[in-house]
């Protein structure tokens, strides 16, 4: 198919009409995008992004969850559903981005990545057009945009983190989980002039010890990173339930919400919904998909 085949086709594919049950068009602020990233697997992103989205939505504010590891989707398994269609037949212009948004617990909505590599950077131009297009008119009916990114430091990691307005680091008391978010902090600061960090230390026994986790990570970025600006957000602490939850396909949120991961989901979701955007939190989801692809 030629890239005006592809094109043509795209534009006269059109999404389902109307808004998508449970969204309502007319907030009044651009959404607040939120990449949550690590470099090492495994670390929690996933659980992460989806609890902090209801602990969000039970704050009142309208959440979309991005499956960005377009290689690994797991989101939707970590939900127990089974989306029909996904990122990729946007991108290939069968769909919408209406036609593929799915629901998830508590009302949170779900942009489901397909399981297979997929690379940003070979998208054209006509499906990064397409996109766009489809992005803004999504971009009224949401308040906060959360990222899950895959593990590692690959192009779409690097991109979606570029994305993003605000970077939330998560981090273990493991040393690899140390010495994996440096190096993918050193290649957003010193390529990309990223600046701007806040960290959540995930697993962690107490505070003591993820405040030392998180001390450990300023010494060595202040040490051969120069000057950056990384904010400690909080912990989460290890708590059997979650996995209990994973394993039965339910946030512990909602499986479990007053277990101390729960709770502490509930507590955070507090605290950022309380703050008020920064400057360089302006900005809407096209300028988002636009930083994405550098259109
Ligand atoms: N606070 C916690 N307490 C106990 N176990 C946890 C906690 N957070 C995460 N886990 C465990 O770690 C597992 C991996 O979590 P998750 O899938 O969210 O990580 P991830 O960073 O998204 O992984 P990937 O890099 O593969 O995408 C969970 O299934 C759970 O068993
Ligand atoms: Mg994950």
């Not at 029909?84 to 212009?93: A, D, E, I, R």
């Not at 991961?261 to 008020?276: D, H, N, S």
């Amino acid at each position: 198919m030629t890239q005006a085949q592809t094109l043509e086709r795209m534009m006269n594919k059109k999404s389902a009409p109307g808004p998508t049950p449970g969204l309502v068009a007319g907030s009044k602020r651009p959404p607040r995008v939120i990449s949550v990233t690590s470099g090492k697997g495994g670390v929690g992103k996933s659980n992460i992004a989806t609890n902090l989205a209801y602990a969000l939505r039970q704050q009142g504010l309208k959440t979309l969850v991005l499956d960005a590891d377009l290689n690994l989707a797991n989101v939707d398994i970590l939900l127990g559903l089974t989306p029909k269609y996904n990122l990729q037949h946007v991108f290939s212009g069968e769909k919408g981005l209406r036609d593929i948004l799915i629901e998830g617990p508590g009302n949170i909505k779900i942009l489901p990545a397909s399981s297979g590599i997929m690379e940003l950077a070979d998208l054209n131009e006509n499906q990064r057009l397409y996109f766009l297009a489809e992005m803004e008119a999504l971009e009224t009916e949401i308040d906060v945009l959360i990222i899950d990114t895959a593990a590692g430091i690959n192009n779409n990691v690097i991109y979606f983190n570029l994305a993003a307005q605000e970077r939330l680091v998560v981090l273990t008391p493991e040393p690899t989980s140390l010495t994996d978010a440096y190096a993918l902090i050193k290649v957003l600061s010193t390529r990309h002039d990223i600046k701007k960090y806040r960290f959540l230390i995930n697993q962690a026994r107490s505070e003591k010890e993820a405040i030392a986790v998180y001390r450990k990570l300023c010494l060595v970025t202040d040490r051969f990173l120069g000057s950056l600006s990384l904010d400690y957000l909080g912990y989460i602490p290890y708590d059997a339930k979650l996995p209990q939850a994973v394993r039965s396909q339910r946030l512990v949120c909602d499986l479990f919400p007053d277990s101390p991961a729960g709770r502490t989901f509930t507590r955070l979701a507090e605290t950022i919904a309380a703050e008020k955007p920064h400057r360089e939190q302006d900005g809407n989801i096209k300028f988002f998909w636009q930083g994405l692809f550098g259109g």
